[in-house]
């Protein structure tokens, strides 16, 4: 008998992430995970835990929840003392609250720069699968700082996170994960989660308490949260001057920090996915922004010499995404790029090109997706 066939290798787990990572809902990329946007097909919602992106600067660190505390401190607080409040003081003096909000990493969609624009920015090549949607449950920051008592003129809060020091490409420390906010946003919708649809928060996703700011970058959403800094004055880390800023040709040197996502799209497909001609098939997939609901889709079968309006669904919330359909029966058989462009409530569309910036930050052009037609 001919010997069997060698099985194919299955692709190593990244070794930071501490959940199961099943090849068909995440592509490992160096210490990150990266969502299959077609194990979203089908799905409701908000994204499950088990195709849900994972950003890790390091790697996961397990905590103890028994000896986990928040520390507040700082020259923007009242009292001359740091403010430590423990897990079940989070969980029982406040009030708890619940939204859905998209976590997405600033460089979602790089790889997009250097595949459809022919010029490649270093980083994670993500294509647009580092997005999820999560439904997160905890207590408003802004409750918890005016409990730990803001002095007058606060500017800035420096949440910062327990996983390990990051070494940076030189060699030399950057200190821990810590990404400043300014205290109007922080006081205006951020929450810190304690739980992600309906479970306490998975090991990955920043358990036991994480920060979800509502629109804004991945990296302001800090995982394993231990410290807040409040400042009279503004507050630096590498994640605001360095990174997360557009720097290239074209934009001013003293541009902002990056907060706000912008308008996307992704259909939940394979790249390179074969239909057969002449049968009808039902075209699914999602748009989302950090700045304005998207309003209206629409599908171009033929490289954007036509476009389908897509069918929306109902719910559509601020900061999260809308799912969407059309019907497409393919006629001849080749290849084929399909297209999809959201407009938010404001009239704004994707551009057909993003301008190039050195970490290739909001690629937000329409993606061409590969498929064939046999
Ligand atoms: N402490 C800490 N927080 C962090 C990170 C990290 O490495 N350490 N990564 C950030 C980045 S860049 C992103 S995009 C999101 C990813 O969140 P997720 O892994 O839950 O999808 O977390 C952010 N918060
Ligand atoms: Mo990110």
Redesign the pocket.
């Known amino acids: 008998p001919a010997p069997a066939a060698k099985p194919t290798p299955a692709p190593a787990p990244v070794a930071g992430i501490v959940k199961t990572q099943d090849p068909s809902l995440l592509i490992a990329r160096g210490t990150n995970a990266e969502m299959q946007w077609v194990s979203m097909k089908g799905q409701g919602y908000a994204t499950p835990v088990d195709r849900?992106?994972?950003?890790?600067?390091?790697r996961t660190p397990l905590l103890d929840p028994n000896r986990w505390f928040l520390q507040i401190n700082g020259d923007g607080l009242a009292g001359s003392q740091p403010v430590n409040f423990t897990l079940k003081q989070l969980e029982e003096d406040f009030e708890s609250v619940e939204l859905d909000a998209a976590?997405?990493?600033?460089g979602n969609g790089r790889s997009f720069f250097g595949s459809q624009q022919g010029r490649s920015a270093p980083g994670t090549a993500w294509t647009l699968g580092?997005i999820?949607v999560g439904t997160w449950r905890g207590v408003r920051l802004a409750d918890v700082l005016e409990k730990a008592g803001l002095a007058e003129g606060v500017v800035d809060v420096m949440p910062i996170?327990?996983?390990p020091e990051v070494i940076g490409s030189d060699g030399r420390s950057q200190g821990?994960?810590r990404r400043p906010i300014p205290i109007k946003k922080a006081l205006h919708d951020v929450i810190i989660a304690l739980e992600m649809n309906g479970r306490v928060l998975p090991a990955?996703?920043?358990f036991p308490a994480?920060l979800i700011v509502p629109g804004w970058?991945?990296?302001?959403?800090?995982?394993?949260?231990g410290q807040i800094q409040v400042s009279k004055t503004p507050l630096f880390s590498a994640w605001n001057t360095t990174q997360y800023r557009l720097v290239g040709t074209g934009y001013p040197t003293d541009i902002a920090p990056l907060t706000a996502n912008p308008l996307k799209s992704a259909f939940e497909l394979p790249s390179g996915a074969v239909f057969p001609a002449g049968t009808k098939r039902t075209l699914t997939g999602r748009s989302w922004s950090g700045r304005w609901l998207p309003k209206r889709v629409e599908v171009s079968t033929n490289s954007g010499d036509t476009w389908k309006e897509a069918k929306l669904s109902r719910r559509n919330e601020h900061d999260a995404w809308v799912q969407w359909q059309v019907d497409w029966t393919p006629k001849s058989p080749g290849k084929r790029k399909l297209l999809a462009r959201a407009y938010d409530a404001h009239g704004n569309t994707q551009p057909d090109a993003t301008r190039f910036n050195r970490d290739g930050y909001w690629f937000d052009a329409v993606v061409q997706h590969p498929v064939t037609i046999s």
Do not use: Q, S, Y
């Open positions: 849900f992106f994972v950003r890790n600067h390091t976590i997405e990493c600033a580092a999820g996170g327990l996983d821990r994960v990955d996703h920043g994480r970058v991945g990296i302001a959403n800090t995982k394993w949260l």
